[in-house]
């Protein structure tokens, strides 16, 4: 099968499955955070306590964001293109720091735009930043995977 | 003319043009006879929808609303500026890391999926800026 068929499905994929992001993830936090039960208890009392779960199960998508890029770092393939600078240094970490610098506007802006309507400020930040944490998850396990896909 | 009635309708006129460009991209794909011209037709349609990105944070600039957000000091059109200037780097370094797994930069495929993968992360983020505008809408009906 097409190679740049495959990478637009995975990435299609990628792009509208943040819905069923925490169902398919078999990995927890170490402290034992259950994100679906947080939030079964915080719905009974509100908007912020909702966006405390939101805030502690954005932790754990940028711990695995972490150890993706780490991972990245660490494989020889991506060391040419790193420029060879190491461990998460270089051109993988101004990708990631690029990135946070777009979700973290994006989502001050998503938020301000939300102001006074539905939900609190925290709840509309923590809500985006989540969306955007598992999105850019998926981008990152799509570069993994097209590398076991690549021919020696 | 009422504020919200004009900010409505350039939303409007902004997304039946992007309609009958999406268009133009298919008949682009459909008459590309090699790699090179797909490649040219995706990057044209990428910059396309970037410019959709930008006339739409060009929208959001006008209305006085959001002159408070990010940095108040600086003009409401610089702040949306820099929004998009540092996406588009992430853009580019994304893109062309995917690019460099396919094929470490060898060939035509690594040319392919990078003008693939920004067409496909531009129309995502024209996607974020639409959630923008229509909450700003749905939150300030007339």
Avoid at chain 1, 26 to 47: M, T, V, W
Wanted: net charge negative; hydrophobic share 35%; proline share 2%.
């Amino acid at each position: 099968m097409n190679k740049s068929f495959l990478f637009s499905l995975a990435l299609a994929a990628g792009l509208f499955s943040v819905g069923a992001f925490a169902q398919n993830q078999s990995l927890q936090l170490e402290e034992g955070f259950d994100f679906k039960k947080c939030q079964q208890k915080a719905s009974l009392i509100g908007d912020d306590a909702l966006a405390e779960c939101m805030a502690k199960e954005n932790l754990r998508v940028e711990k695995l964001i972490d150890y993706a890029y780490q991972s990245l770092a660490n494989d020889e393939m991506f060391n040419a293109w790193n420029k060879g600078s190491g461990m998460f240094r270089g051109n993988l970490k101004n990708l990631y720091d690029d990135w946070r610098k777009y979700r973290d506007e994006y989502c001050s802006l998503y938020a301000f735009s939300m102001e006074g309507y539905l939900g609190t400020s925290y709840y509309n930040t923590q809500r985006c930043l989540l969306d955007l944490a598992r999105q850019h998850y998926d981008y990152i396990k799509i570069l993994q995977e097209n590398k076991k896909s690549t021919p020696d | 003319m009422n504020k919200k009635i004009l900010f409505g309708s350039l939303c409007a006129v902004v997304f039946s043009a992007h309609l009958a460009w999406a268009d133009t991209y298919q008949s682009c794909l459909d008459a590309a006879q090699d790699d090179y011209a797909l490649i040219n037709c995706t990057n044209n349609e990428a910059a396309r929808v970037l410019r959709s990105v930008n006339s739409k944070l060009a929208t959001l600039a006008s209305n006085p609303y959001f002159s408070g957000w990010e940095n108040p000091s600086l003009p409401t059109a610089q702040n949306m500026k820099n929004f998009l200037d540092q996406w588009v780097i992430f853009r580019s370094y994304y893109c062309t890391l995917l690019a460099y797994t396919q094929s470490q930069g060898k060939g035509t495929i690594s040319s392919l999926t990078n003008a693939q993968c920004s067409l496909d992360m531009t129309k995502r983020l024209l996607q974020d800026v639409d959630a923008v505008m229509a909450s700003y809408t749905e939150n300030n009906p007339q």
